[in-house]
C-alpha cells in the first residue's frame, strides 16, 4: 500500500525558519531605512506593527505574524505618510528580502530533514504570505531549494493564506488530491488554508508564541507537534 500522503507543504516563518530572530532585526532595519531618520514615523511603524523595540520582536499580536506587505501595508503606508499601494508595498518586500537575508536563522537543520523527506518519496514544497521573491532567496540560503517541487508567495498568483489557492495549487502540482498533501505552519493562516482546501493540517509549536499556542491551536490542527524535526515520527504514524 502507498503513503497516504504524497506532498508536504510548508509555511515558511516560525516553522522553517525562527520568526523572531529572523524577522526582529529584519523589522528594525527596514523600519529604520523607511522612517528615514523621522523618530515619530519610526514609532507610529513600531506602534501599528505591535513590535518591541527593546527586544527586537513581535507581540503575538502584530499583523505582521502571519500577514502579507498588502496586508499590512496600509497601516505602514498610513505611518509613513505615504500612499498606499503596490509602489510602497514592493520597497518594503525588497527591503525585508535583503534585510532578513542577513539575519536569517533556521530552526534546527531544515535542509537535512527536507533531503531525507524526499528521499522517502514525499514532495516538498513552500507556502508562505511572504513574497515569493524573498521565499526562493532564504531557500537557497539554507539549502532548501534542491529538495523543492513548489514555492508560493503571496504574491505569486495563487492567493495568500488562509485562503486554499497554494495548498490546491500544490495539489495540482503533486498529481493527487489534496487530502494527500499536508500543510505544516504555526499560525490559523496555516490551518485555514489545509482545512479550506482539504488538506492535512499539523501545526507546529515553535512560531513566536511558542508551547503556549498548543491549547489555542488544537482545535484547529490535525496533528500538533513541537518542530518539524518531530515530522519523520508523525508521518510515519500517519502512513503507517
Keep these: 500500500m502507498g503513503q497516504r500522503l504524497s506532498g508536504i507543504l510548508f509555511d515558511k516563518d516560525g516553522t522553517l525558519i525562527d520568526f ?139 492567493g495568500a493564506k488562509p485562503g486554499p489557492g497554494m495548498v490546491l495549487a500544490f495539489a495540482e502540482h503533486v498529481g493527487v488530491a489534496p487530502g494527500r498533501i499536508a500543510l505544516v505552519g504555526d499560525t490559523t493562516a496555516d490551518t485555514g488554508a489545509a482545512r479550506s482546501a482539504g488538506a492535512v493540517a499539523i501545526v507546529v509549536l515553535s512560531g513566536p508564541m511558542g508551547t503556549d499556542a498548543r491549547d489555542a491551536m488544537r482545535p484547529h490542527a490535525d496533528h500538533l507537534i513541537d518542530s518539524i524535526h518531530d515530522l519523520p515520527a508523525l508521518l510515519a504514524a500517519i502512513d503507517g
Aim: aromatic share 8%; hydrophobic share 45%.
Design 20 to 158: 523572531d530572530r529572523t524577522w526582529g532585526p529584519a523589522a528594525h532595519a527596514v523600519m529604520t531605512t523607511l522612517a528615514d531618520g523621522d523618530r515619530a514615523r519610526f514609532d507610529d511603524l513600531v506602534r501599528v506593527s505591535h513590535y518591541v523595540e527593546a527586544e527586537r520582536r513581535f507581540l503575538p499580536t502584530s499583523p505582521l505574524l502571519a500577514g502579507a506587505s498588502s496586508v499590512y501595508g496600509p497601516l505602514w503606508a498610513a505611518a509613513l505618510g505615504r500612499p498606499a499601494g503596490p509602489v510602497l508595498y514592493a520597497e518594503m518586500d525588497r527591503l525585508f528580502r535583503e534585510a532578513a537575508l542577513r539575519s536569517l536563522h533556521p530552526i534546527g537543520a531544515p535542509a537535512v530533514l527536507a533531503a531525507n523527506l524526499r528521499a522517502a518519496g514525499y514532495t516538498l514544497g513552500i507556502a508562505t504570505n511572504d513574497a515569493e521573491a524573498s521565499a526562493r532567496a532564504q531557500a537557497d540560503r539554507l539549502g532548501l531549494s534542491p529538495h523543492l517541487g513548489f514555492v508560493a508567495g503571496y504574491d505569486t498568483g495563487h
